[in-house]
T-cell receptor, first 109, second 112 residues
Framework: GQNIDQPTEMTATEGAIVQINCTYQ??????LFWYQQHAGEAPTFLSY??LDGLEEKGRFSSFLSRSKGYSYLLLKELQMKDSASYLC??????????WGAGTKLIIKP | DAMVIQNPRYQVTQFGKPVTLSCSQT?????MYWYQQKSSQAPKLLFH???????NEADTPDNFQSRRPNTSFCFLDIRSPGLGDAAMYLC???????????FGDGTRLSIL
C-alpha cells in the first residue's frame, strides 16, 4: 500500500528553527509537495521537490532524498503566524497526490 | 486576481436532503479536483476532471456525484447526505499533472 508518515504534532519557539520530517512509500514517484494549512482554511502550496537536494524559498527550505524515501521541511526564524498544519504529499506513478495527515506546528512565544 | 472560488463557505443541510457545492476558477486550468477533508486528517480525493474527462476514485461513495459544465465551473452533488459526510470540501485546480494544486477556501458542510 501507499503510505506517507509525518509526526502528528511539534512545538517550537518563536525565532527558532524547526524541521518537519516526512517519509513515504508509494508506487512510483513524480515529486513531493509541501503545503501549509491554517485551521479551518484550505492548504496553500509551499514547495515542490522532484530531484534530490535542497530547495530554498526565503525562510522555508525543503529537502528530498529519493533513495531514502525521505523529505523534510525546514522553517527558520519562526513567527507566530507559522502556527499551522504542514502537509507532505507525494505524486505517484499515476500522477495522483498521496497526502500525509499533516504535522500540527505550535509556536510558543 | 486569478483564483479558485468556492461557494458557500459554510453549508448546513438536513440528513438526506440533497446539497450542491460549487467551485469556479479564473486560472483557466485544465484539471479540477474535489477533496473531502475531516478534522486532523489528510485530504481525500473524491474525483478529478482532466478537461472533460471525469475520473472517479474507486472508494468514492455513489452518493457523491460531480459535474463540470465548462472549464471554469465544477459542482459536487451529494444526493442523500449522511452524518458521516460532515466535512470540509476542497476544490483545487492545476495546469497539468505535475504542477502544484491551487485550492479554494473550502466549503464546510454540516449535517443536521
Amino acid at each position: 500500500g501507499q503510505n506517507i508518515d509525518q509526526p502528528t504534532e511539534m512545538t517550537a519557539t518563536e525565532g527558532a528553527i524547526v524541521q518537519i520530517n516526512c517519509t513515504y512509500q508509494t508506487s512510483g514517484f513524480n515529486g513531493l509537495f509541501w503545503y501549509q494549512q491554517h485551521a479551518g482554511e484550505a492548504p496553500t502550496f509551499l514547495s515542490y521537490n522532484v530531484l534530490d537536494g535542497l530547495e530554498e524559498k526565503g525562510r522555508f527550505s525543503s529537502f528530498l532524498s529519493r533513495s531514502k524515501g525521505y523529505s523534510y521541511l525546514l522553517l527558520k526564524e519562526l513567527q507566530m503566524k507559522d502556527s499551522a498544519s504542514y502537509l507532505c504529499a507525494v505524486m505517484d506513478s499515476n500522477y495522483q497526490l498521496i497526502w500525509g495527515a499533516g504535522t500540527k506546528l505550535i509556536i510558543k512565544p | 486576481d486569478a483564483m479558485v472560488i468556492q461557494n458557500p463557505r459554510y453549508q448546513v443541510t438536513q440528513f438526506g436532503k440533497p446539497v450542491t457545492l460549487s467551485c469556479s476558477q479564473t486560472l483557466n486550468h485544465n484539471v479540477m479536483y474535489w477533496y473531502q477533508q475531516k478534522s486532523s486528517q489528510a485530504p481525500k480525493l473524491l474525483f478529478h476532471y482532466y478537461d472533460k474527462d471525469f475520473n472517479n476514485e474507486a472508494d468514492t461513495p455513489d452518493n457523491f456525484q460531480s459535474r463540470r459544465p465548462n472549464t471554469s465551473f465544477c459542482f459536487l452533488d451529494i444526493r442523500s447526505p449522511g452524518l458521516g459526510d460532515a466535512a470540509m470540501y476542497l476544490c483545487a485546480t492545476n495546469e497539468g499533472e505535475i504542477q502544484p494544486q491551487h485550492f479554494g477556501d473550502g466549503t464546510r458542510l454540516s449535517i443536521l
